[in-house]
């Protein structure tokens, strides 16, 4: 039979044993129908083949990203860019303020991005404040989000005046901050329970709104070469949406869906009882299409390192606070014990946990619960999200219990936050324990959590290789791997965190063909320089979905 399309002339590392490498690979319909050298294929093509010659390009398994938020990637992607870089200071981040404020309306709120609340500019010392944020835009309420997205955000006057904070408001029940000057005013910083006015207060994007922003962050995926993306925080309202993408045709990357699950009734509820809802109508873990299927329900056990929040069994270093601040050693964003109860009923009804958990406190208390649940004989993959700092007795249990991990490698070498300045020299080697993970046996996937970080997984491969920063530093170099260990995270190690490993993750015939095409092979590239490679064809599904020629394709 004669294949639809045909990648030759180039490299095809499969991520299989039995034939790791190879020079071209065939496609019928969806699928993958041989792989081998470029003479060998060549007995594929037909009158009717599309060929594509790599030209001596990389072509791999289709990125698959195991943590990421398309809904917010693609909001965000229209706010003001805050990261740094491109910002270097205060003023830099005021000038693209005044550039939007000069095309914003009176009383419309600005919405700003990306700022990092864990990196301070060293020439000026300082964050910037609601009186910075008054100068570029007097006319305008603003936001200024932390990319921790755990530890509150900063507001200029007027949305400080929205929400009804000023000198005279009591400080909140901690953990939520009214951050203050010396002279008592609030000075932008409002987090937690303090900030629910504030949020009251921003216009909500209508549904029209949220499925654009939905559309925009699938381009964006596709030109990083994502072909599979774990939405980590999909709530019903998204779950429709994704369907009548998938109806219309219009759902270019495969969505895996870790449906929102709740707080409990201690900490305030976070949208409805998704779990029991999915429970009685007999929905499981695997539900759907290859398109579109439920990876799993998610949770959230403690904060961010951004800011301070993640929970901690000892205290954080740096700058002191008092015993009873959120950034004294963190915060749980859900009971320990009604965390347990709710992993006891997914089990029971044959959904799997993902629930984020950074700290080491928060992770001993995920571990508490998986352990009292779960079999470690039966295949549950239950997920640790993130595991920011994990410690070698953890490290064991995580191994013992056969869970798995979606390590958000990026932040170390994004601008997230520079978590090492918190945590001393002895927790500093277990950050992101990528090596560690790896050799000890455990699935371990990587993400950016998108956006929180960038959702481009070449950051991610140049990280784990060689442990840089965004600021220089070489952070846990034990904790290095080689390359090859590396497109495990994005390929089969991935699609197993999806229990997708049959479908996807390698190049081999009969799987999807799903694959990414690259300028150079990272193996062969100094390592620092691996995102610097471009993402010259995405293809899903044997469809050319993107090209860097022409851009994403319709």
């Given at each position: 039979?004669?294949?639809?399309?045909?990648?030759?002339?180039?490299?095809?590392?499969?991520?299989?044993?039995?034939?790791?490498?190879?020079?071209?690979?065939a496609?019928?319909?969806?699928?993958?129908?041989?792989?081998?050298?470029?003479?060998?294929?060549?007995?594929?093509?037909?009158?009717?083949?599309?060929?594509?010659?790599?030209?001596?390009?990389?072509?791999?398994?289709?990125?698959?990203?195991?943590?990421?938020?398309?809904?917010?990637?693609?909001?965000?992607?229209?706010?003001?860019?805050?990261?740094?870089?491109?910002?270097e200071?205060?003023?830099?981040?005021q000038?693209?303020?005044?550039?939007?404020?000069d095309?914003?309306?009176?009383?419309?709120?600005?919405?700003?991005?990306?700022?990092?609340?864990?990196?301070?500019w060293?020439?000026?010392g300082?964050?910037?404040?609601?009186?910075?944020?008054?100068?570029?835009?007097?006319?305008?309420?603003?936001?200024?989000?932390?990319?921790?997205?755990?530890?509150?955000?900063?507001?200029?006057?007027?949305?400080?005046?929205?929400?009804?904070?000023?000198?005279?408001?009591?400080?909140?029940?901690?953990?939520?901050?009214?951050?203050?000057?010396?002279?008592?005013?609030?000075s932008?910083?409002?987090?937690?329970?303090?900030?629910?006015?504030?949020?009251?207060?921003?216009?909500?994007?209508?549904?029209?709104?949220?499925?654009?922003?939905?559309?925009?962050?699938?381009?964006?995926?596709?030109?990083?070469?994502?072909?599979?993306?774990?939405?980590?925080?999909?709530?019903?309202?998204?779950?429709?949406?994704?369907?009548?993408?998938s109806?219309?045709?219009?759902?270019?990357?495969?969505?895996?869906?870790?449906?929102?699950?709740?707080?409990?009734?201690?900490?305030?509820?976070?949208?409805?009882?998704?779990?029991?809802?999915?429970?009685?109508?007999?929905?499981?873990?695997?539900?759907g299409?290859?398109?579109?299927?439920?990876?799993?329900?998610?949770?959230?056990?403690?904060?961010?390192?951004?800011?301070?929040?993640?929970?901690?069994?000892?205290?954080y270093?740096?700058?002191p606070?008092p015993?009873?601040?959120?950034?004294?050693?963190?915060?749980?964003?859900?009971?320990?014990?009604?965390?347990?109860?709710?992993?006891?009923?997914?089990?029971?009804a044959?959904?799997r946990?993902?629930?984020?958990?950074?700290?080491?406190?928060?992770?001993?208390?995920?571990?508490?619960?998986?352990?009292?649940?779960?079999?470690?004989?039966?295949?549950?993959?239950?997920?640790?999200?993130?595991?920011?700092?994990?410690?070698?007795?953890?490290?064991?249990?995580?191994?013992?219990?056969?869970?798995?991990?979606?390590?958000?490698?990026?932040?170390?070498?994004?601008?997230?936050?520079?978590?090492?300045?918190?945590?001393?020299?002895?927790?500093?080697?277990?950050?992101?324990?990528?090596?560690?993970?790896?050799?000890?046996?455990?699935?371990?996937?990587?993400?950016?959590?998108?956006?929180?970080?960038?959702?481009?997984?070449?950051?991610?491969l140049?990280?784990?290789?060689?442990?840089?920063?965004?600021t220089?530093?070489?952070?846990?170099?034990?904790?290095?791997?080689?390359?090859?260990?590396?497109?495990?995270?994005?390929?089969?190690?991935?699609?197993?965190?999806?229990?997708?490993?049959?479908?996807?993750?390698?190049?081999?015939?009969?799987?999807?063909?799903?694959?990414?095409?690259?300028?150079?092979?990272?193996?062969?590239?100094?390592?620092?320089?691996?995102?610097?490679?471009?993402?010259?064809?995405?293809?899903?599904?044997?469809?050319?979905?993107?090209?860097?020629?022409?851009?994403?394709?319709?």
């Amino acid at each position: 039979m004669d294949a639809d399309v045909v990648l030759t002339n180039g490299t095809v590392l499969t991520l299989t044993d039995d034939i790791p490498e190879a020079s071209a690979v065939a496609f019928v319909n969806d699928r993958i129908t041989a792989v081998g050298g470029t003479d060998e294929i060549s007995d594929s093509i037909g009158p009717e083949t599309t060929v594509i010659d790599l030209d001596g390009r990389t072509a791999l398994p289709g990125f698959i990203d195991t943590h990421l938020h398309i809904p917010m990637g693609g909001q965000r992607m229209t706010h003001v860019n805050a990261r740094s870089p491109p910002n270097e200071s205060v003023a830099d981040v005021q000038e693209r303020l005044a550039e939007r404020a000069d095309g914003t309306e009176d009383g419309e709120w600005i919405l700003v991005s990306g700022y990092n609340l864990g990196l301070v500019w060293e020439d000026e010392g300082r964050h910037i404040n609601r009186w910075d944020l008054d100068e570029a835009a007097p006319n305008n309420p603003v936001q200024v989000n932390s990319v921790g997205g755990h530890t509150g955000s900063i507001y200029n006057s007027a949305a400080l005046d929205i929400g009804g904070i000023d000198k005279d408001t009591p400080d909140p029940e901690p953990p939520a901050v009214i951050e203050r000057d010396e002279d008592g005013r609030p000075s932008g910083l409002v987090s937690e329970e303090a900030e629910i006015p504030l949020h009251e207060a921003i216009p909500e994007e209508s549904r029209e709104e949220r499925k654009a922003n939905v559309e925009r962050a699938m381009e964006q995926l596709l030109e990083w070469g994502v072909t599979t993306a774990h939405e980590a925080k999909t709530t019903p309202d998204d779950l429709q949406i994704y369907q009548e993408l998938s109806r219309e045709g219009e759902l270019p990357v495969r969505v895996g869906m870790m449906i929102q699950g709740d707080a409990g009734p201690e900490l305030g509820g976070d949208g409805p009882d998704v779990l029991s809802h999915l429970a009685a109508a007999g929905i499981e873990t695997e539900f759907g299409s290859a398109d579109l299927f439920v990876v799993g329900v998610k949770y959230f056990m403690d904060g961010a390192f951004t800011g301070r929040t993640a929970a901690m069994h000892e205290p954080y270093v740096g700058e002191p606070v008092p015993e009873d601040s959120p950034q004294y050693d963190g915060v749980l964003h859900i009971s320990p014990e009604y965390f347990a109860d709710r992993v006891e009923k997914a089990a029971e009804a044959g959904l799997r946990v993902c629930v984020h958990g950074q700290g080491d406190r928060g992770i001993d208390h995920i571990l508490d619960a998986y352990e009292a649940a779960l079999d470690p004989e039966d295949d549950h993959r239950f997920r640790i999200e993130h595991a920011g700092l994990t410690k070698p007795e953890q490290l064991d249990r995580i191994e013992e219990l056969g869970i798995t991990v979606s390590s958000s490698i990026s932040f170390l070498g994004a601008d997230v936050s520079r978590n090492w300045l918190y945590w001393g020299e002895e927790r500093m080697p277990w950050t992101y324990a990528v090596g560690a993970l790896q050799e000890r046996g455990i699935p371990t996937a990587a993400n950016g959590d998108w956006p929180v970080a960038t959702g481009d997984p070449r950051i991610a491969l140049r990280t784990a290789v060689t442990r840089e920063t965004v600021t220089g530093e070489t952070v846990g170099p034990d904790q290095r791997v080689d390359i090859e260990d590396a497109l495990r995270l994005y390929g089969p190690d991935a699609a197993y965190l999806g229990f997708n490993e049959d479908e996807k993750g390698t190049l081999e015939p009969g799987k999807l063909a799903d694959v990414t095409v690259l300028s150079e092979d990272p193996r062969a590239v100094d390592p620092a320089t691996i995102a610097e490679i471009d993402v010259e064809y995405t293809i899903v599904g044997g469809e050319v979905k993107y090209d860097r020629e022409h851009g994403v394709l319709d």
